[in-house]
């Protein structure tokens, strides 16, 4: 049970209760791996501070939109950052999101499974290097082996992906947000 009170849309000003919703709604009205949708609690935790979640839904729209990745990218970056920082809130919504990007069941699970050999390179530095960085541990090599696959701005991406989201996932995880539906499981068994 979440720590604190979720706010309800009719806690917030009218002109700002659509910031409670999803930002990623499937535009094409399939539900099979959408976002739960809806309001969201995550959003809803951060509503008892909307000038935060405000902001909060500007940064990071600008971090998911201007990393200089391309979907599959940035849902690797994601998800390596919701499983090694042990939050199964990230990890639920963006197994969603990485399926409606295209990436594979497979993919995914080889991210919860740490078998990195099971992923193309350049899938795999990625993960490797967003290990690393929850760990706070990246070091020259680490670095070097995604260095051969993108380029500086991509770097900064990741990195800026990674923080983003290992932040929410320590504020996720100390307010113990709860989940809107059954969790997926690591290994994808209940998706």
């Known amino acids: 049970m979440a720590r604190i009170e979720y706010a309800d849309p009719e806690d917030l000003p009218p002109e700002k209760r659509e910031l409670l919703d999803t930002l ?3 535009e094409s009205g399939s539900d099979e791996h959408s976002l739960e949708g809806g309001t969201l609690n995550v959003y809803r935790t951060m509503g008892r501070n909307v000038d935060l979640l405000e902001a909060f839904r500007d940064y990071g729209s600008t971090v998911w939109q201007e990393s ?8 690797f970056a994601i998800l390596a950052t919701g499983y090694y920082a042990e939050t199964s809130y990230e990890w ?9 990007a295209g990436m594979t069941p497979e993919q ?4 919860s499974a740490e078998e990195l050999d099971r992923l193309e ?3 795999a530095a990625i993960v490797e290097y967003v290990e690393a960085f929850v760990e706070g541990s990246v070091d020259d090599g680490t670095h070097e082996r995604l260095a051969e696959h993108y380029d500086e701005e ?12 290992l932040g929410l ?4 995880q100390a307010l ?12 994808l068994e209940d998706l």
């Open 121 to 123: 390179p350049e899938h």
């Open 68 to 75: 200089g990745l391309t979907d599959h990218q940035r849902e």
């Open 154 to 165: 991509r770097i900064l991406g990741i990195g800026m992906l990674a923080g983003c989201y």
């Open 169 to 172: 996932a320590r504020v996720l």
């Open 92 to 100: 639920q919504q963006h197994v969603r999101v990485a399926l409606d």
């Open 24 to 26: 990623s709604d499937d």
């Open 176 to 187: 113990d947000v709860d989940l809107e539906a059954p969790f997926v499981g690591w290994e």
């Open 108 to 111: 995914i699970a080889a991210i």
